[in-house]
């Protein structure tokens, strides 16, 4: 397997290790001498060997860059990252999910086979598994496996309850992540149960953070504060610092993705931050977003407009600019605003908070106390 990865990414070259955060950036004559080199049995040129023990402490001197490297060949596609929900099924029910139904179904075996072919075709080096929780889909290890082989780094969002598992472990020691993003749903027992509805959460969390720490795993934590936690949030930022892990905390909820208003009732009213003005993003045109039956859309929110990826192909991906250009324009309840140029939220999300009759203190500026 490999050790190194060295793709395009944009408009440049990267050199990257899967498990590490630092990577390098490559002229283009650089690239093209590493990739003739992977197609032959040459030694690593010493100067990318020096660099790989300078950036990742990774002694590959003399090493066949065959065997060393996977470099990834460039695509006229333009994507860079990608997120996937292998599958919205979960053994939580939490309160404030995003997704409503979390409903367990998705692909067969050869069509997420072909659906990660797809992402590596047009350029993903960024990728993340999501669902529900990535790692009860029974084909989840596959998957995990099989995009590593294609030289993607791999970001896992997980509620951390299946990391103890002996078999993911081996997995992650085989093929490291770029990282596990843990979310944490309080700091008690109590406020852990009653937020995802399972009893007995709030130990298989534990459980999971523990052996992930034990194995060093690249964990970030998500700490989510909704009414069940409203009074833990110092706990919980303290229960990070006592692990030594990232963390960032989450406070604002947002509709279902269908526009449902019942994760809203999560939201702890006190803990509610203003946001910032919306100022832009490349939805749809660096970066998409596939579902579990392989429909795509320009991210998770904007789901209007999907494509049907295993009926496309990767040539239906050549719509989404279009299609995020059209969605990003202000229309429907935002018609005529006068607030727009400043608008706290990208208009994809203003639609399912309108469509869910969410108070405006949640995401417009008109909703603001002045």
């Known amino acids: 397997m490999h050790e190194l990865i060295v793709s395009p990414f944009l408009d440049g070259y990267l050199a990257l290790r899967p498990g590490h955060q630092a990577g390098l950036r490559l002229p283009e004559h650089r690239y093209r001498e590493l990739q003739a080199a992977a ?3 040459v030694p690593l040129p010493t100067w990318f060997a ?35 929900e292998i599958n919205l099924g979960c053994n939580f029910a939490c309160k404030h999910c995003y997704l409503g139904l ?33 790692t009860i889909d029974k084909h989840f290890q596959d998957a995990y496996r ?15 309850s299946r990391l103890w598992q002996k078999s993911l472990l081996e997995m992650f020691e085989e093929c490291p992540a770029y990282r596990l993003v843990v979310s944490v749903y309080g700091a008690t027992e109590e406020s852990f149960d009653g937020l995802t509805q399972r009893r007995g959460a709030w130990k298989s969390f534990k459980k999971g953070v523990d052996a992930a720490r034990e194995a060093k795993l690249p964990v970030r934590l998500n ?45 702890s009213s006190k803990h509610l931050r203003e946001r ?5 993003c490349n939805a749809g045109h660096t970066f998409f977003h596939a579902d579990p039956h392989g429909k795509v859309s320009i991210c998770k929110v904007g789901r209007d407009d999907q494509i049907d990826l295993m009926a496309e192909g990767a040539e239906g991906l050549r719509k989404l600019g279009g299609i995020a250009d059209k969605l990003m ?5 935002c018609q005529g605003c006068q607030l727009s140029g400043s608008c706290l939220v990208c208009r994809p999300l203003a639609k399912q908070f309108q469509e869910a009759k969410a108070p405006l203190a949640n995401y417009c500026q008109h909703g603001q106390q002045k």
């Open 223 to 267: 700490l989510i504060v909704t009414e069940d936690s409203a009074d833990e949030v110092d706990a919980m930022v303290a229960l990070a610092e006592r692990w030594e892990l990232d963390h960032h905390v989450y406070t604002n909820m947002t509709p279902t993705i269908y526009g449902g208003p019942e994760s809203l009732l999560a939201q």
């Open 329 to 333: 324009l202000r229309t429907g309840g």
């Open 146 to 160: 099989y995009a590593y082989s294609l030289g993607m780094m791999l970001t896992i969002s997980t509620n951390a």
């Open 39 to 41: 197609r032959t049995e």
């Open 50 to 84: 020096e660099i790989a023990q300078e950036t990742w402490g990774l002694d590959i001197d003399g090493g066949s860059a065959r065997s060393t490297l996977l470099v990834r060949e460039p695509s006229d596609h333009g994507f860079s990252r990608a997120s996937w």
């Open 102 to 134: 979390k409903e367990f179904s998705g692909l067969p075996w050869d069509d997420k086979v072909r659906l990660l072919d797809i992402m590596q075709a047009v350029g993903v080096v960024w990728f993340q598994i999501t669902g529900g929780e990535p």
């Open 276 to 280: 910032t003005p919306f100022q832009g």
